[in-house]
């Protein structure tokens, strides 16, 4: 029998992955995406649309629209991916980013409840290796205590706990996935590792002087989009529920991830000068190419993260196949060829 899923946040990088996934394994799909999106997915599927792939129109915190759509659509998977993702906004934004995140979580799961699908829809909800905060271990694991360090992480706590609540209370097969940073050549710039690929590439070809970051001793654990959606997958298809760290068990800084990125386009940064006077420099001219902006600090900042993948590994069988090396030099070959001004 052909599988239903549905995908909120469709719109964003890891709605565009799991998508393609289910996609290539013969789902039917359906995606949430708000009026003003436009998907990549379906830019890709422009001149052959694909019949199996379809769209409706609602916001998290619609939660009737969200009742109707799940109600018609009926799927036997969902996932979870529509968030205010983003850290730094989420310290301007707490009360949105709560709606988004936690409510939005929420409605998903009292949806189900009412319809009665609890035994039929699957729930995957992402969460983040941020719940994680200013851990007192290192890495962090299923077990690690949680110690949230921003709002963003506070409201995917409050799913996270909703979510095993919920299955927990009504037996639900709903599963969190405890994603550490994960990227890709989709992923928007105005997340670090986009940011420096771009850059790195538009000043090799002339279109940029500098790159202004903040905090460049941050330390995370990067791995790549594609992989991390093959996790979310593999989570519905056990026979029980559960929680999992999705991570690649390696940190770098962001300062790693300038050199790596310099280095593809044949730049090689040297460093000179501590905290906000810290410059990254062109080895080969003696340019500043980096410097530290305080607009790109967060008023507090969790500056370890990296996780223990282990469970993943041995209840899914899931390992992540991109390393660090080869996420930067893929990124940093799509800017090439995409990047015009
Ligand atoms: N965005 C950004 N811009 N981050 C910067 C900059 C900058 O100019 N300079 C330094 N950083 C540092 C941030 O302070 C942070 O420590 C690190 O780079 C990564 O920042 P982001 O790429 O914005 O991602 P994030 O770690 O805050 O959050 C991402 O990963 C989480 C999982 O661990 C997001 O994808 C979250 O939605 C996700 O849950």
Redesign the pocket.
């Known amino acids: 029998m052909t599988k239903v899923a549905l995908i909120t946040g469709i719109t964003g990088q890891d709605g565009t992955y799991i998508s393609k996934l289910l996609l290539d394994k013969g789902y039917v799909v359906h995606g949430i995406k708000r009026e003003s999106s436009t998907t990549r997915i379906e830019d890709n599927n422009k001149e052959k649309k694909n019949v199996n792939l379809h769209f409706h129109f609602c916001d998290m915190t619609d939660y009737s629209k969200i009742i109707r759509i799940i109600q018609d659509v009926c799927p036997d998977e969902i996932y979870n991916l529509a ?1 205010q ?4 906004t989420s310290f301007d934004r707490p009360e949105y980013t709560a709606e988004i995140n936690s409510l939005g979580t929420l409605h998903l799961l009292e949806a189900i409840r009412t319809l009665g699908l609890e035994k039929k829809t699957k729930l995957f909800q992402a969460c ?3 719940i994680f905060g200013n851990s007192l271990e290192t890495p962090q694991n299923e077990n690690t205590p949680f110690r949230p360090q921003n709002p ?1 992480a506070v409201s ?1 706590l409050y799913a996270y706990w909703i979510c095993v609540n919920y299955r927990e209370a009504y037996d639900m097969f709903v599963c969190n996935g405890i ?4 990227e890709s050549p989709i992923r928007p710039d ?4 986009r ?1 420096i690929t771009k850059a790195a590439v538009r000043i090799k070809k002339g279109f940029q002087e500098k790159l ?5 001793n ?1 330390k ?2 990067w791995g790549f989009a594609g992989d991390y959606a093959e996790a979310m997958w593999l989570m519905l298809q056990q026979d029980k529920p559960d929680d999992y760290v999705i991570a690649t068990g390696e940190t770098h800084s ?1 300062k790693d991830m300038v050199e790596f990125a310099f280095r593809e386009v044949g730049i090689e940064i040297e460093w000179e000068g501590e905290g906000l006077d810290k410059k990254g420099i062109n080895a080969g001219t003696g340019e500043v190419l980096i410097e530290v ?1 305080p607009q ?3 008023p507090i ?3 370890l ?1 990296v996780g223990n993948p282990s469970k993943a590994r041995e209840k899914l069988g899931w390992v992540p196949r991109v390393n660090f090396e080869e996420l930067v030099k893929m990124m940093v070959k799509n800017d090439l060829e995409l990047v015009k001004c």
Not at 179 to 182: A, S, V
Not at 212 to 216: A, D, I, M, R
């Open positions: 968030a993702s983003s850290v730094h983040t290796g941020e963003y995917k994603m550490f940073n994960h105005s997340f670090v590792t940011k202004y970051l903040g905090n460049l941050a995370r654990d962001v902006d790109f600090y967060r900042e969790s500056s993260f």
